[in-house]
């Protein structure tokens, strides 16, 4: 079923969905795109491309981007790169790009193009977790991806206004998720990667995340964030963070869109970062609705693990997962992150 325009946007505007044509005046105002792909055979997931482009620097935005493999394989970029101009071939502010990595919006809410050109690290998983990856090793990639939406956007709506009004804890929460909007929603993709030479074809599904807030994550400490779309048409994500001390609460959001409607509600039996592994962890957990409780099961397939790096006071894992839901089968993504003190390796 091929939503409206109305139904993409979910309360937001198809204006929302083009790029700032000038640096904000806050300094702090972030533009940030990024996607995570999976392909339809679970060989090779592609766990976060995105370009953080802040106003302080604006014309050096951080583009960032993994590619894991069911075999161990790993491939990275992390750099400050030249700033794209945002004006696409019809003069709207429809691109958001730095170096060799661009986006371009096409249609607002339903077609975005994704291009990587460049070279990027490549190395083994079992180099990010004895912190020993070599990111002067650089090989070529490429990639040329056309991105279909295809659920509603899924909406984090954090003005300046509504946050003045939470309590100190809960306003330190959405902070964290940034002060402005922010919005993610499934797409179908098709297109081809290049890598050793070799063009190859690609087919898969996946996540975009678009925002434009200002994002302070001092006192960050840690979370959990999972979402896949199944071939029937349905999907589910969330966000929880860790329950604070002070109260046992913390932010937790999530969905299931099932038959043309998006469920709200909460994630439970949540898998925290625990264990340090390349593959092969449970994921599984929860999410209860209106609907009732919902059990999907999960394991991971591939990692990407950010670990004892200065600038990063947690351990980050961005994977592929394969996930189930009352039968059906697809691969999906994960994001998770806890202090050291609290994750093994093995």
């Known amino acids: 079923m091929k939503l409206t325009t109305a139904q993409l946007t979910n309360g937001l505007t198809p204006a929302h969905d083009l790029v700032f044509d000038s640096r904000p005046t806050d300094p702090q105002m972030r533009e940030s795109t990024s996607v995570w ?5 679970g060989e090779v ?4 491309f995105g370009i953080e482009a802040e106003a302080h620097d ?12 069911a075999s161990g394989r790993v491939l990275s970029v992390a750099s400050k790169q030249p700033k794209h101009p945002p004006f696409g071939p019809d003069g709207r502010p429809t ?10 919006c096409i249609e607002p809410f339903r077609r975005w193009n994704v291009r990587y050109d460049g070279t990027i690290a490549e190395g083994q998983v079992s180099q990010l977790i004895a912190a020993t990856f070599d990111y002067s090793h650089q090989v070529p990639f490429g990639f040329e991806f056309e991105l279909e939406l295809v659920t509603p956007a899924w909406v984090m709506d954090n003005t300046p206004d509504k ?30 990667y290049q890598l050793d030479g070799q063009w190859r074809d690609f087919t898969g599904t996946g996540l975009r995340v678009k925002r434009q807030s200002v994002r302070p994550l001092a006192g960050f400490r840690g979370h959990v964030w999972q979402s896949a779309l199944f071939a029937d048409g349905r999907a589910f994500g969330y966000i929880a963070y860790p329950p604070r001390a002070s109260d046992g609460r913390a932010y937790n959001d999530a969905y299931l869109y099932q038959d043309g409607r998006m469920y709200k509600g909460h994630a439970t039996q949540i898998p925290w970062l ?8 449970d994921v599984s957990f929860e999410i209860e609705t209106a609907l009732g409780r919902t059990r999907i099961a999960g394991r991971t397939i591939s990692s990407y693990f950010y670990r004892n790096q200065p600038q990063m006071l947690l351990d980050l894992q961005q994977a592929g997962v394969q996930y189930e839901w009352d039968g059906q089968r697809t691969y999906g993504m994960l994001e998770r992150s806890s202090s050291p003190d609290l994750t093994t390796v093995g």
């Open 37 to 41: 792909i999976s392909d339809a055979a």
């Open 163 to 192: 946050v003045a009004r939470m309590t100190p804890e809960d306003r330190a929460e959405a902070e964290y998720m940034g002060i402005g909007w922010r919005c993610e929603h499934c797409f179908q993709v098709r297109g081809r």
């Open 274 to 281: 625990r264990r340090i592994i390349p593959n092969g962890d």
């Open 45 to 48: 997931t592609f766990p976060r």
């Open 58 to 69: 604006w014309d050096h935005p951080l583009c960032t981007g993994n590619v894991c493999f």
């Open 95 to 104: 691109v958001l790009g730095a170096g060799p990595l661009s986006f371009q």
